[in-house]
């Protein structure tokens, strides 16, 4: 993802700084939904064997944004039903985008299932998230 020099702050007018705001060259972006398959491990805990496999996912994710192939994770602060985490990144095709997403820990260990989507990115802020990781 190229993104292109954003303006001088406030050049739109409204006195903050402007999004960066990402190329028009395409790029091959994905976005892949997770959701607990037992929703317990959210509300009363993980088992060890969840656990182990969800610290596997978060390393396996860390290792692809290092790569370079994951532009953001996260996952929604609710424990209930309607909880989910995303993960938004590029890949050369839908083939090797599923390939990323099946070889997710959470995913093959069955801990989380997962729903691949074609995405685009389209505004990106330049300052990034606020809250500290």
């Known amino acids: ?24 060259k395409p790029m091959n972006q994905y976005l892949y939904l997770l959701r607990p398959t037992r929703l317990d491990m959210l509300t009363t805990g993980p088992t060890a064997e969840e656990a182990a496999t969800v610290g596997a996912h978060f390393e396996y994710l860390q290792r692809l944004l290092a790569a370079g192939s994951v532009l953001m994770v996260g996952r929604t602060q609710n424990n209930d039903a309607s909880t989910f985490g995303i993960a938004v990144f590029e890949a050369e095709s839908q083939a090797a985008a599923e390939a990323i997403m099946n070889g997710d820990p959470a995913v093959r260990g069955g801990v989380m299932r997962a729903e691949l989507y074609p995405y685009r990115v389209a505004l990106w802020s330049a300052a990034g998230p606020s809250a500290a990781i």
Do not use: H, W
Not at 9 to 20: C, I, K, L, N
């Open 1 to 24: 993802m190229t993104p292109r020099p954003p303006a001088e702050p406030g050049a739109s007018g409204s006195g903050a700084a402007d999004p960066v705001v990402l190329s028009s």
